[in-house]
Every structure is written in structure tokens, then in C-alpha cells.
């Protein structure tokens, strides 16, 4: 459902000359930014614990920690930063100012701002509008219309940009960053409160971000309808996540922490076969690679791309499950049906590898880094991971949105209510 239509042309120097289009058929609903001040939140407070126990680790001279400690932060920021000028490269207005913001590691901050500044407004020109509709003014209604209208367009700009910036932020900052915490913890047999803190924000992000994979495989299935899901059904997908990251993380941290560098090849064999299974599928099936003629893509181009979405993907299902289903051969590269078969086959395998590296750290590894029970904890990482799977199975098969052939029509973000605009505005071409 798109409700603003727009095409630009460049701006010249000195000469300001665009055209605008826009198409306004009914009056969308704009809700309040809770989910980009919560992404913002998490970003924020990963950072500063991160940069400070890379301060502490300084100061103690431990080089490893504190390379690896940085590292995490610094490529989870810098990729956060391409996401957001990636989905706002169409944006006009302040392009120096936002880049330099983004160059700072402050994109996040300055946009999470720029976002609520802009729903007020959106507020206070759907209240002038009324007032001037009283009173007949057409132009003064015409321009209010178009400010309306470009807030809900950037507001629906920023809400998509913060979504896959949380996923981004998630999978290739957070659980890498969890991980190292939580093997140096293992390690040195401490749990000092300020290391306790990061792999607290680690883990939030991770689940939100997994959570975020769940709302945009839904979104995908049905048309890109953003959706807001009901209390009993999103209270079902965070436990279900929760439990799911707590336990691979913990498993792949103690498993780590056992064998040490002899870990390495078996968690590069994991990693490898999520990387090259959607490869393989398209090789096999004799499909061709997907064409993009809008953007004159080459085929060196398109190659890329899918392959960095099939390094994405195959870091998430290594942690996770992605929620969907990379299809090559399709123009669309996601498969939006829900298959039961690739979510079993996903879960079978991955509770086998758990099972596999909680035996390793039960025979070689628990009495060595606990100071406590090590058969009890291997017991509760795979309970844990069993009722993450049962949370799971209750979801798709009872509390999945479509599952019933509704869409939701109480619950879903920027839904349009009753007709309100019903002319097309063309915009003037002004010169100055």
C-alpha cells in the first residue's frame, strides 16, 4: 500500500526546479516512534558499556580482550550508519549535516530525533488542517496536505530503516560481542557488574532483533502490510526468541570455551553449510539469477548483492532461525510462503549441533571453567532450547496471524481509516 507517490528531479545550483507528484487517497494513521527510540536505546547503551570495558581492559593490558572488545563495537556501529544512509540516500534536505553525524557514529541518535520532531509536526498540521478546512482556505490547505503527507513518508522511511538497522546491529555486532563476553567471563571465572551490563544490552538486541526477523517474514507473506501483533501472540514470539538465543549463545560460548581454537572448524562446517545451502538449491534447480532491469543491474553487480545477503542470512540462521527462506532463482529472493518442512529440517539440525557441543563441554570442559553442577547446566541448556522450539510450534500453529485467513485489522501500524484526501496535488515548479 503505497499513499505517496513522488518523483524528484535533481537539485541545480542556485536554481531549486523539482516536480512532485503526489497521491493522497486516504488518511493514514502515524504512531508514535516507540520502536525507533528503543532501537536508539539499545544502540546507545551498547556502545558506552562496550567502550567502557574496552577502557577497563586498557587498563589492565589485556590486548585481546580489548582488540576484540572494540572491534565488535566499531563494525556493529559503522554498519548501523550504512543501513540508515542507505534507506534515507533518497533524502534532500541536509545531506552534510547527516553525513556528518553518521562519520560521528551519532546517525541513530540524530535520526531517532529527527523522527519525533517529525510526528509532532505531523500532529500540529493535522490540527491546522481542520482549523483551516473550517475555514475554506484551499491554498493554505493545499500546502498543509503536502507537509502532511512528506511526514508520513519519512515516517514510514525511518521506521523501515530502524527495522533492518536492529537486525544488522543484532547478528553481526551484538552476538559476536555476547559471545566474547561471556567466553572472557568463562575464562577468568569473574562476573564483574559493568561486563554483566553489555552482555545484558547484547542479549536484548539480540532478541529484538530476532524478534524483528519474525515481523518482517510476516510482513513479507502478506503484501509488506506492517503489522503490530497482539499481546498473547508477541508475549509467545518473545519467550520462543529469548529462550532460543540464550541457549545457542550460552551452548556456542561454553562449547568455545572448551575446545578453544579446536572449535574453530566445526563452527566454520555450521556456518558454511547455512552460507552455500541457498547456492546449492539454485545450482540445482537450473534457475538463473534474478534480473533487475529497473536498475540496469550487471551481472557482477547481482552477484554481490545475493552474495552479501547470503553472508546476512547465514549469520542469522547460525544464531537463529531466520523466519524465512532464501529463494535465488525468484526476482523477490525471499520465499514468503511458511513452510513447515524448512522450519523442522532447521530446528532437527540445529538441536543436534547444541546436543553435540553441550556433550563436548560436559566431557571436557565443565569442571574446568564452573564451579558448579556442569550435568545440570548441560540438562537446562537443552530444556531451554526444546521449550523455544514448543513456543515455536504453539505460534505457527495457533497464534500466527493469517493462520485464521484475517489480517489483523485492529492490530496493524499505519492503516488507513475513512477517505479523507480524494485529489491528486500536483506540485508547481518553483525557481528561485
Known amino acids: 500500500m503505497?499513499?505517496?507517490?513522488?518523483?524528484?528531479?535533481?537539485?541545480?545550483?542556485?536554481?531549486?526546479?523539482?516536480?512532485?507528484?503526489?497521491?493522497?487517497?486516504?488518511?493514514?494513521?502515524?504512531?508514535?516512534?516507540?520502536?525507533?527510540?528503543?532501537?536508539?536505546?539499545?544502540?546507545?547503551?551498547?556502545?558506552?558499556?562496550?567502550?567502557?570495558?574496552?577502557?577497563?581492559?586498557?587498563?589492565?593490558?589485556?590486548?585481546?580482550?580489548?582488540?576484540?572488545?572494540?572491534?565488535?563495537?566499531?563494525?556493529?556501529?559503522?554498519?548501523?550508519?550504512?543501513?540508515?544512509?542507505?534507506?534515507?540516500?533518497?533524502?534532500?534536505?541536509?545531506?552534510?549535516?547527516?553525513?556528518?553525524?553518521?562519520?560521528?557514529?551519532?546517525?541513530?541518535?540524530?535520526?531517532?530525533?529527527?523522527?519525533?520532531?517529525?510526528?509532532?509536526?505531523?500532529?500540529?498540521?493535522?490540527?491546522?488542517?481542520?482549523?483551516?478546512?473550517?475555514?475554506?482556505?484551499?491554498?493554505?490547505?493545499?500546502?498543509?496536505?503536502?507537509?502532511?503527507?512528506?511526514?508520513?513518508?519519512?515516517?514510514?522511511?525511518?521506521?523501515?530503516a530502524f527495522k533492518y538497522m536492529s537486525v544488522i546491529q543484532a547478528f553481526l555486532g551484538s552476538v559476536p560481542q555476547l559471545i566474547l563476553q561471556m567466553y572472557i567471563s568463562l575464562t577468568i571465572r569473574e562476573w564483574p557488574l559493568n561486563r554483566a551490563l553489555l552482555m545484558t544490552c547484547s542479549l536484548l538486541s539480540v532478541t529484538y532483533g530476532a524478534i524483528r526477523c519474525n515481523i518482517l517474514a510476516i510482513q513479507i507473506s502478506n503484501d509488506d502490510t506492517t503489522t503490530k501483533l497482539p499481546p498473547i501472540e508477541f508475549f509467545c514470539v518473545v519467550m520462543w526468541r529469548f529462550l532460543e538465543v540464550i541457549s545457542r549463545v550460552v551452548t556456542l560460548a561454553f562449547f568455545i570455551a572448551s575446545l578453544k581454537l579446536k572449535s574453530l572448524p566445526f563452527l566454520l562446517i555450521i556456518y558454511f553449510v547455512s552460507l552455500l545451502a541457498p547456492w546449492l538449491e539454485f545450482w540445482k534447480s537450473g534457475a538463473h539469477l534474478p534480473s533487475n532491469k529497473e536498475n540496469n543491474s550487471n551481472m557482477v553487480g547481482t552477484v554481490l548483492m545475493l552474495f552479501l545477503i547470503t553472508l546476512l542470512y547465514a549469520a542469522i540462521n547460525f544464531y537463529c532461525w531466520s523466519a524465512v527462506k532464501l529463494q535465488l532463482s525468484d526476482d523477490k529472493i525471499i520465499d514468503g510462503r511458511q513452510r513447515w518442512g524448512h522450519r523442522i529440517l532447521h530446528y532437527s539440525f540445529r538441536f543436534l549441533e547444541n546436543v553435540i557441543m553441550i556433550l563436548v563441554f560436559r566431557f571436557f570442559g565443565g569442571k574446568t571453567w564452573l564451579n558448579c553442577c556442569d550435568s545440570l547446566i548441560a540438562v537446562q541448556l537443552i530444556i531451554s532450547y526444546l521449550l523455544a522450539i514448543g513456543f515455536m510450534l504453539l505460534f505457527y500453529q495457533y497464534l500466527y496471524p493469517w493462520q485464521s485467513g484475517k489480517v489483523l485489522p485492529g492490530h496493524t501500524e499505519n492503516q488507513p481509516e475513512a477517505p479523507y484526501y480524494s485529489r491528486k496535488l500536483k506540485r508547481r515548479k518553483i525557481s528561485s
Not at 531549486?16 to 507528484?21: A, G, H, Q
Not at 532501537?39 to 558499556?49: I, M, N, R
Not at 551519532?106 to 493535522?126: A, E, S
Open 2 to 160: 503505497q499513499t505517496v507517490l513522488e518523483e524528484m528531479d535533481e537539485e541545480n545550483t542556485g536554481v531549486s526546479s523539482s516536480k512532485e507528484e503526489i497521491v493522497l487517497g486516504q488518511r493514514l494513521h502515524i504512531s508514535f516512534p516507540f520502536s525507533i527510540i528503543f532501537s536508539t536505546v539499545l544502540y546507545c547503551a551498547e556502545v558506552a558499556f562496550g567502550l567502557y570495558m574496552f577502557e577497563i581492559y586498557r587498563k589492565a593490558n589485556d590486548t585481546f580482550w580489548m582488540s576484540f572488545t572494540i572491534s565488535f563495537i566499531i563494525v556493529g556501529a559503522i554498519l548501523d550508519q550504512i543501513i540508515l544512509m542507505f534507506f534515507n540516500k533518497d533524502s534532500r534536505r541536509n545531506k552534510a549535516a547527516l553525513l556528518f553525524w553518521h562519520i560521528l557514529l551519532l546517525g541513530p541518535i540524530v535520526r531517532c530525533l529527527h523522527t519525533i520532531r517529525n510526528y509532532h509536526k505531523w500532529l500540529t498540521n493535522l490540527k491546522q488542517e481542520k482549523e483551516e478546512t473550517q475555514v475554506s482556505n484551499k491554498k493554505r490547505n493545499t500546502m498543509l496536505e503536502r507537509e502532511i503527507a512528506f511526514s508520513i513518508r519519512d515516517n514510514f522511511m525511518q521506521q523501515k
